[in-house]
């Protein structure tokens, strides 16, 4: 197995770009540079080399930075091949796998859509890289995409390994998880997280990587089947809810409110 390990730099106001870099070597990969200068102040500091950008969808806070890092670092670019971002080199469709470079292990491209039409994750080993699909203890809204696709693509993400770390976009956990509790107030793994990333986010710290156990035991939209959720959700809407997708709809037009 190729070995690489992973490093957030933030940008804008919440969102995170990851850089996976290769073990024995200076070579990165760059995930959804939505603002170019920290991500190369970064780079230049630690005397790195990009090798490729990664794009998950076409939204502004993951696709502004990328000509201007091109003014400095000359690398592919590779996005989902199905959404509008003119500084993509290398079109993806979902595919088994993808070789970007000989010091990275392939990634498996995976359609992700819901929070836009065209969504991709990407798969490396055991990391996953979901952009704005699966938040830790959330989800995106729909910028593009349907209740059914989202909830599709979660499902899918469910059917990993457990072990799998989470890299999604955004510092949202605790207030995510603050939602989480409202839903289910007598699940004592919410409260349990809830007090110790607050903690985390006291000390200037991130939240992530999660990883899908914890998200399992947490996160709400994707315990769309649980009774105290299907409860939760009917108990908002004030009507039963007929299956699993009714019950997914309900929560992310509650968190949209929330």
Same mark, same amino acid.
């Given at each position: ?118 969504? =991709?994750? &990407? ?9 704005? %699909? !699966?938040? /830790?203890?959330?989800?995106?809204? +729909? ?50 997280? =809830?007090? &110790? ?9 991130? %939240? !992530?990587? /999660?990883?899908?156990?914890?998200? +399992? ?42």
């Amino acid at each position: 197995m190729t070995k690489f390990s992973v490093q957030a730099v933030s940008t804008l106001k919440d969102n995170y770009v990851w850089l996976i870099h290769a073990e024995n070597s200076a070579h990165v990969i760059v995930i959804d540079p939505g603002d170019e200068k920290p991500v190369i102040q970064a780079i230049q500091h630690q005397e790195l080399i990009p090798v490729a950008i990664i794009i998950t969808h076409h939204h502004y806070d993951h696709v502004d930075g990328i000509e201007p890092f091109l003014e400095h670092f000359k690398v592919p670019v590779y996005g989902p091949a199905n959404e509008s971002i003119p500084a993509v080199t290398n079109p993806l469709l979902p595919s088994d796998n993808l070789s970007i470079h000989g010091d990275f292990p392939s990634c498996q491209v995976i359609a992700v859509p819901g929070h836009t039409n065209g969504h =991709l994750a &990407y798969l490396f080993d055991d990391s996953l890289f979901c952009g704005d %699909t !699966l938040f /830790s203890a959330g989800c995106g809204r +729909l910028l593009g995409g349907t209740y059914s696709q989202l909830l599709n693509s979660l499902k899918y993400i469910c059917s990993l390994p457990l072990k799998t770390k989470i890299y999604c976009a955004h510092e949202y956990t605790v207030n995510n998880l603050r939602f989480s509790l409202v839903v289910e107030p007598g699940n004592h793994e919410v409260q349990q997280r =809830l007090e &110790y990333v607050e903690k985390l986010r006291t000390e200037s710290k991130i %939240t !992530l990587p /999660s990883t899908l156990e914890i998200e +399992l035991a947490t996160n709400p939209f994707l315990r769309c089947q649980e009774p105290s959720v299907v409860s939760a959700a009917e108990q908002y809407i004030s009507h039963s809810l007929v299956n699993e997708l009714a019950v997914f709809t309900v929560l992310r037009q509650w968190k949209d409110n929330f």
